[in-house]
């Protein structure tokens, strides 16, 4: 198949860690060498955000990249970009004009915007992965919440106008249903993990404590890092090891933010803000933690988790979103309430104090990868989705 992938804002070129980069970028990447492997034709198209860069780049893994030069070439945050999406779109309808796509598969609202937008003429089939949805988003953060105002109109536009919907995880599929979308028309295929790079065996970090809790993440309030600050005092011989942020954390209000909020709960010396960690090193970090926390107030997938399972550690995380189909509680970890550190200082003690049930659930969370996330498995199980819509067929439902 010739498959045109669409990520307006999360090119599979960009750097992990970086404004507006991270789980997405590594989620197209991965996900179109996957399905590079199988043996279709994939092209990613994403917006030109820098001047100089071709407008074509062939990747290691087969798959081309395209820069579509919509709005400035430069730098723009993804909740400013809606109104450089009507150029995109006509960008794609021209593209497509020359060499058709047999799918289209639109990641996040705005590229499942211009996807739509560009195929009413020739009919071609739309999958579209949300990633995150504006509902969610608006519920937890409030008046905080920078999106456009059009964004849960559109998601819902977006959503009745598609092919079909590959949901990340069951608490994304309850939310579609809620904002009217059909059920026929969505499959669970959750984001994978990367085994090669992401295993028991290779280096381990060093480190200056008995215990280690690692956890990784861009540097915003919902990632829960206070939480894991406020609990540390009830956890004793153990550093924080924050991962996540821009390379020039002291330039970073919310990195001295964490930093006085670890010292006003006497925790100071064992809360390490390590700023951005090249993804080539991430496997090494996770080893070297007793256990990895993963505590947001929500999160639609979350792929770090995977990443700690993936390299055999047990893991804790808030008993959220995406996170409580990826983690089985009292199997590969422990799910805890979000924004409460007693409860979640109970969970890493339990791991932490306790080595077998450590290593059982780390065994247990590899061995969970290894048989539902790994990114052949999840290039397969959207193989299966793209094929169904070609055909024009319904959707069944798949878990």
């Known amino acids: 198949m010739r498959i045109a992938m669409v990520s307006e804002h999360a090119s599979p070129l960009a750097a992990l860690g970086g404004a507006d980069a991270g789980g997405q970028n590594v989620h197209v990447a991965a996900l179109a060498a996957g399905l590079t492997r199988r043996g279709h034709e994939v092209v990613v198209y994403t917006r030109r955000d820098a001047r100089g860069l071709q407008q074509r780049v062939d990747t290691p893994d087969g ?14 945050p993804k909740d400013e970009l809606l109104p450089h999406m009507t150029d995109f779109s006509r960008f794609l309808m021209k593209d497509w004009q020359d060499v058709r796509p047999d799918v289209v598969h639109s990641h996040f ?7 739509v937008l560009a195929v009413r003429r020739d009919h071609i089939p739309v999958v579209h992965t949300y990633h995150a949805l504006g509902t969610v ?6 008046a905080q919440d920078t999106s456009p105002h059009e964004r849960i109109t559109m998601e819902r536009l977006v959503g009745h106008e598609v092919d ?17 979308l059909r059920r026929r028309k969505i499959t669970v295929v959750p984001c994978g993990v990367d085994t090669k790079l992401f295993s028991p065996a290779g280096p381990v970090a060093g480190r200056s404590a008995p215990h280690r809790i690692v956890s990784v993440g861009r540097l915003v309030r919902r990632k829960g890092f ?4 406020a609990a540390l005092p009830l956890v004793p011989d153990t550093e924080l090891v924050i991962a996540g942020g821009p390379p020039d954390l002291k330039s970073d209000p ?4 964490l930093l006085a909020f670890a010292e006003s709960h006497g925790v100071s010396d064992r ?3 390590v700023g951005q960690v090249p993804r080539t090193d991430m496997p090494a970090l996770l080893r070297s933690a007793d256990v990895v926390a993963c505590v947001p107030w929500y999160e639609p997938f979350g792929i770090v988790p995977l990443e700690a399972m993936a390299c055999g550690v047990p893991v804790v995380a808030s008993a959220v979103g995406g996170l409580t189909d990826t983690v089985v509680n009292g199997v590969t970890g422990l799910l805890t309430p ?16 306790d080595p077998s049930r450590g290593m059982a659930y780390g065994i247990a969370g590899q061995d969970r990868v290894d048989a539902r996330y790994t990114w052949d498995e999840v290039a397969a199980r959207t193989e299966l989705i793209y094929r169904r819509v070609r055909i024009g067929g319904g959707l069944a439902v798949a878990q």
Do not use: F
């Open 63 to 76: 798959y081309t990249v395209v820069h579509v030069p919509a709005g400035p070439a430069k730098h723009v």
């Open 109 to 115: 609202w705005m590229s499942g915007l211009a996807s």
């Open 137 to 142: 988003k608006r519920r937890y953060q409030g």
């Open 164 to 180: 079909a919907i590959a949901a990340t995880c069951d608490d994304e599929v309850d939310e579609l249903i809620v904002m009217g």
């Open 226 to 229: 206070d939480d894991l600050i």
């Open 254 to 257: 919310e990195a001295q933010r």
């Open 271 to 273: 809360v390490h803000l």
């Open 338 to 353: 979000p924004r409460e550190p007693r409860s979640l200082a109970r969970a890493l003690r339990k791991v932490i104090g």
